[in-house]
């Protein structure tokens, strides 16, 4: 799912003009920055290891939902 959705983006940003890709570049560096403080790393590795764990185990349920809107709201 992961690797499709960075195939799907690496398509897009290919045919972005030099403008707008350098645009891109600034925010997602901008976003970096932002999350790099925002958010502890101890939850992201959390939130990494269950997706992991969810990987190799299909049939478990993904449990942190809460939990990615409380990252999503750290984003915003």
Do not use: C, G
Request: proline letters at 4%.
């Amino acid at each position: 799912m992961m690797n499709a959705t960075a195939e799907i983006l690496k398509h897009k940003i290919e045919s972005f003009t030099p403008e707008l890709l350098e645009t891109l570049a600034r925010m997602v560096e901008k976003l970096e920055m932002q999350n790099r403080f925002s958010v502890p790393q101890f939850q992201m590795d959390e939130v990494l290891y269950r997706i992991q764990f969810h990987n190799e185990n299909p049939k478990t349920k993904l449990d942190f939902y809460e939990n990615i809107s409380e990252l999503e709201k750290n984003f915003a």
